[in-house]
């Protein structure tokens, strides 16, 4: 899973090299801190998002 910054506007896929434009995609969580992103991913991952 690639986490990007609030603001960023591209973020490069580190398995394919593919430049992804943030802001044609949908955000399905925002974290502060790098504990609460992985409580977002986990939740996400297990379907209850």
Known sequence: MNLAKTGQKFKTC?????RNR???R???A?????????????RLKAGKA
């Open 26 to 28: 949908v955000f399905l």
């Open 30 to 42: 925002y974290a502060s801190t790098p504990g609460e992103a992985s409580k977002a991913v986990k």
């Open 14 to 18: 580190p398995y394919c090299g593919f």
């Open 22 to 24: 943030l802001s044609q």
